[in-house]
């Protein structure tokens, strides 16, 4: 957790300010990738917190403007989703592009050896990339000048390892430090006497480990306190639709009529020219990882700034990659749940090579791109994310470990909407 999610991200944005210790012998002048300087690191830094809109509830918590925060309290997970999340696309255009690739590449092996579960062709790929990043880390910034040989710290000889280790103890989330240190806080929550507060903590960890050891061997001592809200509706294999639904069915407008007649007529079913139907939307659909992906007919009402978007989603069509926008659910029978989404166009494939597969931008197409798609079809909640200095295009961020959180049971809580 610290390599990844402090010291990598303090080691490169302390070079990209020119905040890092300068030796006499060197000249601060001679760092053309000290860039986030003055009204450059302050915009940046708003466009960062202008970024939480974007990022979905089940990202946790979005990262704040590191221009005012950096320095008082900027929490490990934010650096992780400012740093190997949003970073490539707003680093892009900023940082000079040969220190951008060489970030990019970093990037693209933490976000696979951040995985649960990592294909060994995969892994295959982060490890000459995590090379690849130290060594033209080498020669784009130390230089092999010994005046900047601190550049060059332990956390760089470390992160050679993270792809090499894998097959050997395992991917580095499933004992990185995030689960101790929130074991530490809840088990320091349940303390409620001042005195002998180590004594108290002791017993209250022998308590955890035995009710823990009693609900391993009898699984039924564990109380059900996950059932399904009023009105929602199990559509199978851990897709649960999620209230709000309208009461009475509506007419839609004639391009969702246009979408709806093509999914019907791939399904074998010609509709009349003058066919206009009339549905009941639902709102929110529970995925099987434990993500809500919700839809525009909801979060529309709500103003930019009080909105933390979880309508775009990550879809598997025919073997493809894809990402879409939810309009809206709805069930067309007993066993047939779709979504109505507009579709963002491939992404730019010239930009996703030269970003080492980090940065997919993809224009959003809104009722030009609209689809019917199978609900079960969706895969994951991603953000969409604006990027800067690019009207209508936007960037994917998918939550790093998001697996690792569903296992651990840190599913979004469901509330009656």
Same mark, same amino acid.
């Given at each position: 957790?610290h390599?990844?999610?402090?010291?990598?991200?303090?080691? +490169? +944005?302390?070079?990209?300010?020119g905040?890092?210790?300068c030796?006499?012998?060197?000249?601060?002048?001679?760092?053309?990738?000290?860039?986030?300087?003055?009204?450059v690191?302050?915009?940046?830094?708003?466009?960062?917190?202008?970024?939480t809109?974007?990022?979905?509830?089940?990202f946790?918590r979005?990262?704040?403007?590191p221009a005012?925060?950096?320095n008082?309290?900027?929490?490990? #997970?934010?650096?992780?989703? !400012?740093?190997?999340?949003?970073?490539?696309?707003l680093?892009?255009?900023?940082?000079?592009?040969? !220190? #951008?690739?060489?970030?990019?590449?970093?990037?693209?092996a933490?976000?696979?050896?951040?995985?649960?579960?990592?294909?060994? /062709?995969?892994?295959?790929?982060?490890?000459?990339?995590?090379?690849?990043?130290?060594?033209?880390?080498?020669?784009?910034?130390y230089?092999?000048?010994?005046d900047?040989?601190?550049f060059?710290?332990?956390?760089?000889?470390?992160?050679?390892h993270?792809?090499?280790?894998?097959?050997?103890v395992?991917?580095?989330?499933?004992?990185?430090q #995030?689960?101790?240190?929130?074991?530490i806080?809840?088990?320091?929550e349940?303390?409620?006497?001042?005195?002998?507060?180590?004594?108290?903590?002791?017993?209250?960890?022998?308590r955890?480990?035995?009710?823990?050891?009693?609900?391993?061997?009898?699984?039924?001592?564990e109380?059900n306190?996950?059932?399904?809200?009023r009105?929602?509706?199990?559509?199978?294999?851990g897709?649960?639709?999620?209230?709000?639904?309208?009461?009475t069915?509506?007419p839609?407008?004639?391009?969702?009529?246009? /979408?709806f007649?093509?999914?019907?007529?791939?399904?074998?079913?010609?509709?009349?020219?003058?066919w206009?139907p009339?549905?009941r939307?639902?709102?929110?659909?529970?995925?099987?990882?434990?993500?809500?992906?919700?839809?525009?007919?909801?979060?529309?009402?709500?103003?930019?700034?009080k909105?933390?978007?979880?309508?775009?989603v990550k +879809?598997?069509?025919?073997?493809?990659?894809?990402?879409?926008?939810?309009?809206? !659910?709805l069930?067309?029978?007993?066993?047939?749940?779709?979504?109505?989404?507009?579709? !963002?166009?491939?992404?730019?494939?010239?930009? +996703?090579?030269a970003?080492?597969?980090?940065l997919?931008?993809?224009t959003?197409q809104?009722?030009a791109?609209?689809?019917v798609?199978?609900a079960?079809?969706?895969?994951?909640?991603?953000?969409m994310?604006?990027?800067p200095?690019?009207?209508?295009?936007?960037?994917?961020?998918?939550?790093?470990?998001?697996?690792?959180?569903?296992?651990?049971g840190?599913?979004e809580i469901?509330?009656?909407?």
């Amino acid at each position: 957790m610290h390599l990844v999610a402090l010291n990598l991200p303090d080691l +490169l +944005l302390s070079l990209w300010r020119g905040t890092i210790d300068c030796d006499k012998t060197d000249n601060h002048d001679s760092w053309d990738w000290a860039v986030l300087k003055g009204d450059v690191w302050k915009t940046h830094g708003a466009a960062v917190a202008a970024m939480t809109p974007y990022l979905p509830g089940s990202f946790d918590r979005p990262p704040r403007n590191p221009a005012e925060k950096i320095n008082s309290g900027f929490k490990a #997970w934010e650096f992780l989703i !400012y740093v190997f999340g949003l970073g490539p696309g707003l680093f892009y255009k900023i940082l000079p592009e040969k !220190y #951008w690739k060489n970030y990019c590449k970093l990037v693209f092996a933490i976000r696979i050896v951040h995985q649960q579960e990592i294909l060994t /062709a995969d892994l295959t790929q982060a490890h000459p990339a995590l090379i690849e990043f130290v060594t033209e880390f080498e020669e784009l910034y130390y230089q092999r000048r010994v005046d900047r040989l601190h550049f060059v710290r332990p956390a760089l000889h470390s992160t050679l390892h993270l792809a090499s280790e894998v097959p050997r103890v395992g991917p580095g989330l499933c004992g990185s430090q #995030w689960t101790v240190e929130r074991t530490i806080g809840n088990l320091g929550e349940e303390i409620r006497q001042p005195s002998n507060p180590y004594a108290n903590l002791s017993q209250r960890g022998l308590r955890r480990c035995q009710i823990n050891a009693l609900k391993a061997m009898l699984p039924k001592l564990e109380p059900n306190n996950g059932g399904l809200p009023r009105g929602a509706r199990d559509i199978g294999n851990g897709y649960v639709l999620l209230r709000a639904k309208e009461d009475t069915a509506r007419p839609v407008r004639q391009c969702e009529v246009a /979408a709806f007649r093509a999914h019907l007529g791939e399904e074998g079913q010609n509709m009349p020219d003058n066919w206009c139907p009339c549905v009941r939307r639902w709102a929110r659909l529970r995925l099987p990882n434990g993500q809500t992906a919700r839809s525009g007919w909801k979060e529309d009402l709500k103003p930019l700034e009080k909105v933390r978007m979880a309508r775009n989603v990550k +879809l598997e069509l025919n073997g493809k990659l894809e990402f879409a926008e939810v309009r809206f !659910y709805l069930c067309l029978d007993e066993e047939n749940t779709v979504a109505l989404v507009s579709m !963002y166009s491939p992404p730019d494939l010239a930009l +996703l090579e030269a970003s080492h597969y980090t940065l997919w931008t993809c224009t959003y197409q809104g009722d030009a791109g609209l689809r019917v798609i199978n609900a079960k079809a969706i895969t994951a909640v991603v953000a969409m994310v604006p990027l800067p200095g690019a009207e209508n295009l936007r960037f994917v961020v998918e939550k790093p470990g998001l697996d690792i959180a569903h296992m651990g049971g840190n599913d979004e809580i469901i509330t009656n909407e």
